[in-house]
């Protein structure tokens, strides 16, 4: 299939327009706009050849604002962290130099480690993203392609996009996957907020092209 000249700049127009937000209105998105998003995040490669399961090697739980679960997550997350966090005090005991490349994600850990994730309540529509483990380990590439997708869908939707990496650190937590209904140590997760942006995000910028590629 040939695409159009005007459908090229179309989506070059969304490419450069992608941006993280950290604030949203209350307003939960309409559920065709998140069907969308999550038919974008569907059809993202997947890694064929490591899995085992042909229809649902890859799952989305949807949750928006108002539901228990938000709170449930946030507690979970909280949790999580103090084990993230000890194990990290751990790694810079052994390795001091390490301490200073990591202080702003320290202090991330130390906050949801203290309070949970307090953002996450008032998320108007948590997705979360499931990609079952397989051999070779690439499951974390396949939710990169996903959240890639959605994150451009979301941007075309004109609607909000944030990642939640946070959500990676609960594969391997037991109550996270009886939450969810998904059996432990099967899936890979990760995750992500969509909403309708407070504000619009500044432009991002990137090198000029002419300086960083080299063709050889």
């Given at each position: 299939?040939?695409?159009?000249?005007?459908?090229?700049?179309?989506?070059d127009?969304?490419?450069?327009?992608?941006?993280?937000?950290?604030?949203?209105?209350?307003?939960?998105?309409?559920?065709?706009?998140?069907?969308?998003?999550?038919?974008?995040?569907?059809?993202?490669?997947?890694?064929?050849?490591?899995?085992?399961?042909?229809?649902?090697?890859?799952?989305?739980?949807?949750?928006?604002?108002?539901?228990?679960?938000?709170?449930?997550?946030?507690?979970?997350i909280?949790?999580?962290?103090?084990?993230?966090?000890?194990?990290?005090?751990?790694?810079?005991?052994?390795?001091?130099?390490?301490?200073?490349?990591?202080?702003?994600?320290?202090?991330?850990?130390?906050?949801m480690?203290?309070?949970?994730?307090?953002?996450?309540?008032?998320?108007?529509?948590?997705?979360?993203?499931?990609?079952?483990?397989?051999?070779?380990?690439?499951?974390?590439?396949?939710?990169?392609?996903?959240?890639?997708?959605?994150?451009?869908?979301?941007?075309?939707?004109?609607?909000?996009?944030?990642?939640?990496?946070?959500?990676?650190?609960l594969?391997?937590?037991?109550?996270?996957?009886?939450?969810?209904?998904?059996?432990?140590?099967?899936?890979?997760?990760?995750?992500?907020?969509?909403?309708?942006?407070?504000?619009?995000?500044?432009?991002?910028?990137?090198?000029?092209?002419?300086?960083?590629?080299?063709?050889?």
């Amino acid at each position: 299939m040939v695409f159009s000249h005007e459908a090229n700049k179309a989506l070059d127009s969304i490419i450069e327009n992608r941006r993280s937000v950290r604030a949203f209105k209350s307003e939960i998105p309409g559920k065709e706009l998140i069907e969308g998003i999550v038919h974008a995040g569907l059809w993202a490669p997947y890694a064929r050849a490591a899995i085992t399961k042909e229809h649902d090697f890859r799952r989305f739980f949807i949750i928006q604002n108002g539901s228990p679960i938000l709170l449930r997550i946030s507690s979970l997350i909280r949790d999580q962290s103090k084990i993230s966090l000890a194990q990290m005090e751990k790694t810079f005991s052994e390795k001091p130099f390490l301490r200073e490349k990591a202080k702003g994600h320290l202090a991330r850990i130390k906050v949801m480690a203290e309070e949970g994730f307090q953002e996450l309540l008032n998320a108007p529509c948590l997705i979360i993203i499931s990609e079952q483990k397989g051999f070779p380990p690439v499951e974390k590439q396949s939710l990169a392609h996903v959240m890639e997708n959605m994150w451009l869908k979301a941007t075309a939707l004109g609607l909000g996009f944030r990642l939640i990496s946070v959500i990676e650190t609960l594969s391997e937590n037991n109550d996270f996957c009886e939450l969810l209904g998904t059996v432990l140590g099967e899936y890979a997760f990760s995750g992500c907020i969509v909403g309708h942006a407070k504000a619009e995000s500044a432009a991002g910028s990137r090198p000029i092209e002419s300086e960083v590629v080299r063709w050889m």
